[in-house]
Structures are given as C-alpha cells and as structure tokens.
C-alpha cells in the first residue's frame, strides 16, 4: 500500500474532517432518535438482561444503529453470544462511579453500514467510560470517539479491547490534558481505516491505530489544539502522521512516559503546520523519530526528556529546542533554507542539541552574492558538535572538516563557534562590486 498520501486522498480526509466538525452534534442527535434508546438501569447485571435490573426501553440493543445508553457506573457483561451490534454507546447524566462494559461475546459498531452516517462513542459524564480486555471490539462503521465534559481524573474513554474490522476512527476530546480525561486506546489495535485526531488528547500503551497503511491526521481545521502521545513503556507507532493546517492552537505528539525505554515513531511526519514534541524520558530514554519528517511547518521540542531524529529531515521550518534534549543522530538531517539579506531557518532554543548528523542546506532560492546566516543560535542553546557532524547542499557537495570547528566548500564557510554560516563572493565578483555593476554574474562553487 503507497504510505504516502495523494492528492485525492488528502482532499478525501478533509472532506471528512470537515463533515465531522459540521454535524458531530447533529449526528448524536439523529443517532438517538433514529432508534429508540435502550437505557441501563441494571448496576453490575449482565448486557442480556431484560427489564429491572437490566434494560428499559425497547429491550437489549443489539441491531445496526442501536442505542444503548448508560446513566450509571458499575460494571456490564456483554454475554449475548455471538455478540451485539449498536449504534451508538453513550455515558451520560451523573453517575457516581466509573462504567465498565467487558464485551465477552463481542461488540460491533455499526450505525448504517455503507451508508453516510458512523456510529458514536461517547462520554458526556464526569466519570469514566471504559471497553475492558474481556473480548473484541469490531468496526463494521466509521466510529466518532467523542467526550464532552473536562475536569479531574484519569480517562474519560479507555479502551483495552482489541479493535478489528473497518472503519475509520474520529476523536473529538475537549480536553486536551493528558493527565486529565483523556481518550486512551490500551490494546495493539488491527482494524482497518485512517485515524483523525480532530481536537483534545488521545494516548496510545501499545500501536493502537493498526498497520501501516491507517494514516493519521493530528488537528482539523478551525478545531484548535490536539495531542497525541504514548504511554507504554516500549512503544513502537508505525503509522504516517499529517499534522493539520489553521487548527487555531497547539498541535503535540511524544510520549508522557518516563523511564530509559525507547518510544518510536517510524512513520513518516507532513507539516502543514507547526508541530511540538514532547519528551520526558529518564536519561538513557528517548523518544526516537526514525523516519522523514517533511513540509513547511516548525518543530518545537518540548519537555525534560530526550527527542532522536534519525532520517533525513527535509521540513524548512525553525527548530527550536526550548527545554530538553534534541539528538540528531549520525544518520539524521536537518535542513536549512538559505536565502537572501541574511535569512534561513534555525536551530535555536534554550535547551541542548547534540549534533552528529548533517546540516542539509537549500540554496535554490539564493542570488546574493554574499552574506553570513545564522543556522544555530549559540548563545542560548547548550549545544555539541559530534566527530561525525557536517554540512552538505542539496544535490551538491559536502563541506570539508578543517578542524577547529571550521567547516568549508568553495566560498562558504561554517564555524561551531558562532553557528554561522558565511558565503565570501569569488575576486571577480568582488570587483564588479566595487566598480558599481548593475548586472552581476554570481557564480558560486559548491
């Protein structure tokens, strides 16, 4: 399957990320009026009972577009066998205690099938709603994960329940707090679909949004700030992640989890905005980017742990450590757009770089004839150049190591000292200078 995402395809998720942000509310509306809800008023009885403890309403819930409504806590079997199928699932009014579901036999989301309405899972209570490990959790929909309500406490969705089937998984959070409420997906998921992250907070223990080929889109528009962290103590999340344009606020992706494990993301990274990272690993732990990270937005790395960029980082945005550690290993690149009166993308913050990867420097866009930039900002940051360190043009050639923190190619100049980057025009251009040229020939060896 192509892991990158054309065109069609970009504009097929912002169809749908639009639609979301259009009809959330309306859709939980005509969910529950399109089928008459089951309400639990059962406490700890099992999903097949019937009447008081059990179901009111239209009896037990198990039809596509089903509602099955909870209003207090306690803990349900699902023991229907061979399983049941609904609509939408809801906790919601004042419970006093965390809902529990364990789905036994099973637990199918189905709201229309093919058609153009998905199926809901929602929490508009204070207290947690929670899918437990006791049996799978099937998408035959797209499914819209979605709690209303902020405040204190831990989850307000925790799924542990392994997700198969296909659909396409939407989470809308209104809190964006990872230690207060968020959306928790627990087991190694194998569904089939692409995964938006339209606003709030998701944490993910183990790979919970399938293989490779379930892209994920971090933000929507207009839908302001959305996190995505892990929480297990070795994680490893395949996925390709587009992080969202004009979200209005902050978009995150990490792990919250301490520790000297590894936490990876190996699938690509796309830009369309600007991106933070959080780590807080304990020293010996990181939190390691090994694939491209590409696209015009910046990266902030946020956080007292340590952050590894391996691959060859082509995104031309600003760099910036603020706390923290940022590695860029032997083989990872950072790239730097050069370009006239002075002005390129940084390295900057107020954390530490350890450099031991390349500097890859874009000079498509450059006529001066001379000029020094900035790259890395050693006055703020605490900053170390490794023995493999160096600097190479796009397409061209790779600087010369002089020793003593002095790197060059041809005319250009890179010093450790300052972080500066210096283009000395050639003699004849020099001249042409001082003879007051209107037209000049810039000719600059790489």
């Known amino acids: 399957m192509d892991m990158s995402l054309s065109t069609e395809r970009m504009a097929t998720m ?4 639009l639609r979301h942000t259009a009809v959330m509310v309306l859709a939980m509306l005509l969910a529950a009026t399109a089928a008459q809800a089951s309400v639990w008023s059962g406490g700890s009885a099992n999903w097949s009972s019937n009447g008081d403890p059990g179901w009111n309403g239209t009896g037990v819930p198990n039809a596509a577009g089903a509602v099955a409504s909870f209003t207090s806590g306690g803990t349900t079997t699902q023991d229907v066998s061979g399983g ?9 009014g004042s419970p006093t205690s965390d809902r529990s579901i364990a789905p036994t036999q099973g637990l199918t989301f189905n709201q229309d099938g093919a058609g153009a309405g998905y199926a809901i899972l929602s929490n508009s209570s204070s207290k947690r709603l929670s899918l437990s490990t006791a049996g799978p959790v ?19 969705i925790s799924i542990t329940s392994t997700i198969g089937g296909t659909g396409n998984l939407t989470f809308s959070n209104v809190s964006n707090d990872t230690a207060a409420r968020p959306i928790s997906l627990g087991a190694n998921n194998n569904f089939t679909g692409s995964v938006l992250i339209q606003k709030g907070a998701v944490t993910l223990a183990n790979p919970g949004f399938g293989g490779v080929g379930n892209a994920v889109t971090l933000g929507s528009s207009g839908n302001g700030s959305a996190t995505l962290v892990t929480t297990g103590s070795v994680t490893s999340l395949p996925n390709n992640i587009t992080v969202a344009s004009g979200t209005g606020g902050t978009l995150l992706l990490g792990s919250t989890h301490t520790g000297t494990t590894t936490s990876t993301y190996s699938g690509t990274i796309t830009l369309n905005d600007n991106l933070s990272i959080t780590s807080v690993k304990d020293v010996g732990g990181t939190v390691a980017f090994t694939n491209v990270i590409s696209g015009a937005g910046a990266v902030t790395k946020v956080g007292s742990g340590s952050v590894t960029f391996s691959a060859a980082n082509t995104y031309t945005g600003n760099t910036t450590v603020s706390e923290g550690t940022l590695n860029l290993a032997a083989t990872g690149e950072l ?15 107020s954390g530490t770089a350890n450099l031991d ?5 874009d000079v498509s866009a450059l006529t001066d004839a001379a000029g020094t930039w ?7 940051l605490t900053e170390t150049f490794g023995g493999t360190f160096n600097l190479a043009f796009v397409g061209g050639a790779t600087f010369t190591n002089q020793g003593g923190g002095t790197y060059t190619s041809g005319n250009w100049t890179f010093t450790t000292s300052d972080g500066n980057l210096t283009l000395i025009p050639e003699p004849a251009t020099m001249a042409l200078l001082a003879l007051g040229g209107c037209t000049i020939l810039v000719r600059r060896r790489q």
């Open 374 to 380: 900035n790259l890395v900002n050693v006055g703020t």
């Open 14 to 17: 912002e169809t749908r990320t």
């Open 335 to 349: 790239r730097f757009k050069i370009q006239n009166a002075n002005a390129s993308s940084q390295l900057l913050g």
């Open 84 to 92: 049941v199928t609904v609509g939408t699932l809801s906790l919601s």
């Open 357 to 361: 990867g390349l500097f890859r420097l």
């Open 138 to 156: 099937t998408l035959a929909d797209d499914l819209l994960i979605t709690n209303t309500v902020t405040g204190t406490g831990s989850y307000s």
